[in-house]
T-cell receptor, first 114, second 111 residues
Framework: NAGVTQTPKFQVLKTGQSMTLQCAQD?????MYWYRQDPGMGLRLIYY???????DKGEVPNGYNVSRLNKREFSLRLESAAPSQTSVYFC?????????????FGPGTRLTVT | GESVGLHLPTLSVQEGDNSIINCAYS??????FIWYKQESGKGPQFIID?????DKRQGQRVTVLLNKTVKHLSLQIAATQPGDSAVYFC??????????FGKGTRLHILP
């Protein structure tokens, strides 16, 4: 099993450009998540999908959209990138969106917006 | 407000010694806690969890202690090894569908 995979690993965008971050999991998990991690701050939830066909906003959804393409894949889209979106983005999955939370994280995408 | 913090941003420990990483949480409604390990350039990795009806839980070389009276959580790593070098952070769940992550403590292993 590959676990949770993310593409790309690194990306540099100019302000105003758009891009989609891809995430896939092969563990048959129901729930998937997108987080951002900034220096000096903990992981912050952007969007999540509790189950296939549903998506919900997290703590910091502004400037992002998501698509739960199928049970395996959950993508994050930046429509018009801003320097404030420079961050490391992590996708995660779990069997369910309730206790106990054993989330599996991908390796991350390091995004720089200039 | 809700917050999960760590007492020390960096902890240096001699190889072979035990490490203790601390975490303070502020939401008394939190009833489930998780410790993660994050190695450089990688995503967080689940280490161990504990529910609020327990005060101690042991895993392989790791022990989590929970003191609800003072809202304090700690992670103990026995016989610290070079591979334990990472950032460790705790997370709390003030309700079933919400997780709040702390900022992290970097564990540095001295040879």
């Amino acid at each position: 099993n590959a676990g949770v995979t993310q593409t790309p690993k690194f990306q540099v965008l100019k302000t105003g450009q758009s891009m989609t971050l891809q995430c896939a999991q092969d563990m048959n998990h129901n729930s998937m998540y997108w987080y951002r991690q900034d220096p000096g701050m903990g992981l912050r939830l952007i969007y999540y999908s509790a189950s296939e066909g549903t998506t919900d906003k997290g703590e910091v959804p502004n400037g992002y959209n998501v698509s739960r393409l199928n049970k395996r894949e959950f993508s994050l889209r930046l429509e018009s990138a801003a320097p404030s979106q420079t961050s490391v983005y992590f996708c995660a999955s779990s069997v369910q969106r309730e206790i106990p939370y054993e989330q599996y994280f991908g390796p991350g995408t390091r995004l720089t917006v200039t | 407000g809700e917050s999960v913090g760590l007492h020390l941003p960096t902890l240096s420990v001699q190889e072979g010694d035990n490490s203790i990483i601390n975490c303070a949480y502020s939401n008394s409604a939190s009833d489930y806690f998780i410790w993660y390990k994050q190695e450089s350039g990688k995503g967080p990795q689940f280490i161990i969890d504990i529910r609020s009806n327990m005060d101690k839980r042991q895993g392989q070389r790791v022990t989590v202690l929970l003191n609800k009276t003072v809202k304090h959580l700690s992670l103990q790593i026995a016989a610290t090894q070079p591979g334990d070098s990472a950032v460790y952070f705790c997370a709390e769940t003030p309700r079933d569908d919400k997780i709040i992550f702390g900022k992290g403590t970097r564990l540095h292993i001295l040879p």
